[in-house]
């Protein structure tokens, strides 16, 4: 009479560990790119490496624990105990194995840091399947059903793991702190679960193990939780710093060379002088100049606010700018520590998204968001041109940042922007922000209408500052970016290798990792 609720009983515990484990395997791979997202940057090559560690840890995983369950009874709680204390230490292990796998660079680099980082505890994690389906087979008699269900509540734990994390759960912890509790929680569910199998099983022995594990895990704790504590010298002072849902967001001093940067993970997207907070970035000076080119200019759009710094110099000429940016973190950086005051409305969200709320017409576009980390593609398509296009005024210009190699004109990447312009505006100009050097800043002036240089209404001064970076790009060898088709991250390869190594020997490796 008490088998089918003993048969209950041992379904409810089953399925309650399998589900908080498959939940465990989503934190760890949606929270894997934000711990080597500073050092690696959010490319699609770091997302490609964790999704394939993720799934050959997996895999290793169900086979192993396969093979032990069909050998032993007893093991579960070890095998989650040593989850738990392979998730706890992965905050701890981050600094010296990115500082390890630098040398390899970016895809290679990544790849092996996820491996090295996230795959044993994936792994074990990965067991705890093949072992709950045993346990389940010994007291159900359709293995069939026993297996689908075990599998099926911990896909279910993933999906509400995933959903916990992204909308509720990241927003207010960060990362570190999630891993260590991650790794807390799994220890907590292996003592629970060796209580249980020593009550099957009839053997205090049975605990020993998973005690052993957290024993070890609480001696470990205070080096774990000390770990990855951003510090500061006499050469770099950071005076913010936020992790949020996009990046790591810093404000980083360099007081020897009085600079005061604004960095999101392992790119600098903004620069003023500490002592005055002029701009440091020339190729945003080209804004001083678009006023003179277009005359009678009112209303402004920014795509990507960064410090702000474009905003208030279209100020000076009277003209409101509406600012869209994508990180909350970043705004509040360039309010606090750049100056940085709205004259429009502050817009944070995605472009994609938001610029199908904005009535327009506006008589100037910038569109500054191809920094040298990884590239937002969707924001440099033919549809996504087009969106901005019907947003501008009939003689509204858009001013596009792109950063790249030149290669003597032969940078695919550039001709590639070049010709997928050339698909919605009849009329463009390119710019390079330091002539004679090849790594730049390179902006596109694209409108409806032509624009000419030799304007005599032009002042002198601007009229030399242009001609001297004009630039006429080949088109041939680039192709029209799609929201189908984008080979922007592919060509934009060693721009993305070269902007990391320059920017992380310029702050040291070691303020990247965490």
């Known amino acids: 009479m008490n088998q089918p609720s003993s048969n209950i009983l041992g379904k409810t515990w089953l399925y309650c560990t399998v589900f908080l484990t498959g939940a465990a395997v989503m934190v760890i791979e949606l929270l894997g790119t934000r711990l080597i997202a500073p050092f690696y940057g959010a490319s699609l090559y770091v997302w490609t490496s964790l999704i394939a560690v993720t799934l050959i840890a997996l895999a290793l995983g169900y086979y192993v624990g396969g093979i032990w369950a069909d050998r032993s009874r007893s093991g579960l709680a070890f095998i989650i105990a040593a989850a738990g204390l392979l998730t706890l230490i992965i905050p701890w292990l981050t600094e010296p194995v990115l500082l390890a796998t630098d040398p390899f660079g ?19 994690l990965g067991m705890v399947g093949p072992f709950a389906v045993k346990l389940s087979t010994s007291a159900l008699a359709n293995v069939g059903a026993s297996t689908g269900s075990i599998y099926a509540v911990s896909t279910v734990g993933s999906v509400i793991g995933t959903l916990f994390l992204g909308f509720y759960l990241f927003p207010l912890v960060g990362s570190r702190e999630i891993f260590i509790g991650l790794g807390i929680a799994l220890l907590v569910l292996a003592v629970i679960v060796a209580i249980i199998e020593r009550n099957y099983l009839k053997s205090v022995m049975v605990m020993a193990p998973t005690a052993l594990l957290v024993i070890v895990s609480a001696g470990l704790y205070p080096q774990i939780a000390n770990s990855g504590k951003a510090e500061s010298s006499d050469a770099l002072q950071t005076r913010f710093e936020r992790e949020s849902l996009y990046g790591w967001v810093r404000v980083i001093d360099k007081p020897k060379e009085n600079i005061r940067l604004l960095t999101a993970d392992a790119s600098t997207i903004g620069a003023a002088s500490i002592s005055h907070g002029e701009n440091l970035l020339t190729y945003q000076k080209i804004v001083t100049r678009i006023p003179a080119l277009v ?13 702000g710094h474009m905003a208030m110099a279209l100020k000076d000429y009277g003209i409101v700018t509406d600012t869209l940016e994508i990180d909350p973190a970043v705004a509040e950086a360039a309010s606090n520590h750049f100056g940085f005051t709205p004259t429009g409305r502050t817009i944070i969200g995605d472009a994609r998204y938001e610029i199908r709320q904005l009535k327009g017409p506006y008589d100037l576009i910038i569109l500054d968001v191809f920094t040298g980390g990884s590239e937002p593609t969707h924001l440099l398509t033919v549809e996504f041109l087009a969106q901005l296009r019907q947003l ?4 509204g210009i858009l001013a596009l940042n792109f950063v790249s190699f030149l290669e003597n004109g032969q940078n695919a990447a550039l001709a590639s922007v070049a010709k997928t312009l050339a698909q919605v505006f009849p009329h463009q100009q390119v710019f390079i922000s330091d002539p004679g050097t090849d790594f730049n800043d390179f902006i ?33 060898r680039g192709v029209v970016l799609t929201d189908n088709l984008s080979q922007l991250e592919r060509l934009q390869m060693r721009k993305s290798e070269h902007y990391r190594r320059m920017i992380v020997d310029s702050l040291g490796t070691r303020h990247f990792v965490r």
């Open 106 to 124: 970016l895809r290679l680099g990544s790849f092996i840091s996820t491996l090295i980082l996230f795959s044993p505890s994936l792994m074990m």
């Open 392 to 395: 501008l005024a009939d003689q």
């Open 444 to 476: 596109f002036l694209a409108t409806n209408h032509t624009i000419n240089l030799d304007d005599a209404a032009l002042p002198s001064t601007h009229r030399a500052w242009l001609k001297q970076r004009h630039l006429n790009i080949d088109q041939s």
């Open 295 to 307: 005359p009678n200019l009112n209303n402004a759009l920014l795509i990507g606010q960064g410090a």
